[in-house]
């Protein structure tokens, strides 16, 4: 739902908005060397992941508040406190499954860390997906209409709720040249009205994921700190009998 908040929130164009997500998949990649070389210097390294949930959940606690006219700096800072920590939780419970089973389960328990994962994050987009496209109509027409236009302007602008035209600059661009100049404030009224809306919904879907966070966190205090194998022991190969033994 980034993308979201850079197009639809602060207007920026889809590629600005897929250059600066570049600053997340940093965080992840720096979080991740970071966390593979404090498991092997920590005694109970389960708390780099509670520290790495708790950075998760700030950063998604800083991206609620994010409202039209912000920085983009304020939305990298959150993006890269997100990023460093999920970088911290990738390796170190896939290095602490794998270490806790026998050689020959490996393949196992490393397809299930990854069949969960990818079922937690199906299941969180579908059900965030579900209150975006519930709650902002609502929202937009309660912030529309507390803008209380002229019922000769009010009837200027797109009806039903719908900001979708907040990711098309140039849709944008031809309504407000087609409008008279008198109608122009009442337009960048409603643009401002829709882009709130947004960033209103936005900031229940990231304290929902935080929420679910916070979960994680809590569950993670109680792991057991299962000593990190560097390598696992090859069985030493059985002998074949000879011929007539």
Known sequence: YVPLIYQGVLGLAATNSGLLLTPMMAGIATGSIASGQLMLRLRRYRYIGTVGMALVALGLGLLSRV?????????????????????????????SVQSAVERRYLGVVTSQVQFWRNVGGTIGTAVLGSVLSQRLPERVQ?????????????????Q???????????AIAAARAALPPAALPAFEGVLTAVRTALALTLEEIFLYGAAAVVIGLAVSVFLDDVPILREHPVPAAETAPAFGE
């Open 67 to 95: 409202r039209p006219g912000a920085a983009e700096l304020q939305v990298i800072a959150a993006l890269v406190i997100v990023g460093f920590g999920t970088g911290l939780t990738f390796p170190l419970y896939l290095n």
């Open 160 to 170: 039903g709720g719908s900001a979708q035209a907040l990711f098309d600059p140039a």
């Open 142 to 158: 309660i912030e529309v209409a507390a803008l209380r236009l002229p019922p000769q302007l009010a009837g200027a602008f797109p």
